[in-house]
């Protein structure tokens, strides 16, 4: 059994800043957590995946050099570092537990509740 929590979401002004965390209770140990996101009235999509190790990072083209994900499996949490922040950023930010880094959103088995992102221009 997993539990994913995901924190750190607020209003930020375009170009700003912020640092999403995903606490995990349970197994993460072997597996690959990402990061999805969901805007109102659009399909939830992909944004970063992490593999166990750390050394296997996947990004979507949107936020490829502007976010960072990273992991401490010793906290058993992921982070999510979002710089440059643009409006379209803005979303429900979830993370999920999945088995690789190039598996689609279904392959991803636990998901946590979202945090919201909001960026104004």
């Known amino acids: 059994q997993v539990q994913l929590v995901e924190s750190g979401g607020g209003l930020v002004q375009a170009g700003g800043s912020l640092r999403l965390s995903c606490a995990a209770s349970?197994?993460?140990?072997?597996?690959?957590m990402g990061w999805f996101r969901q805007a109102p009235g659009k399909e939830r999509e992909f944004v970063a995946s992490?593999?166990?190790?750390?050394?296997?990072?996947r990004y979507a083209d949107s936020v490829k050099g502007r976010f960072t994900i990273s992991r401490d499996n010793g906290k058993n949490t992921v982070y999510l570092q979002l710089n440059s922040l643009k409006p379209e950023d803005t979303a429900v930010y979830y993370c999920?537990?999945?088995?690789?880094?190039?598996?689609?959103?279904?392959?991803?088995?636990?998901w946590g509740q979202g945090t919201q992102v909001t960026v104004s221009s």
């Open positions: 999920a537990r999945g088995p690789n880094i190039y598996a689609a959103t279904g392959g991803y088995d636990y």
């Open positions: 349970g197994r993460t140990s072997g597996y690959v």
């Open positions: 992490i593999s166990w190790s750390g050394s296997g990072t």
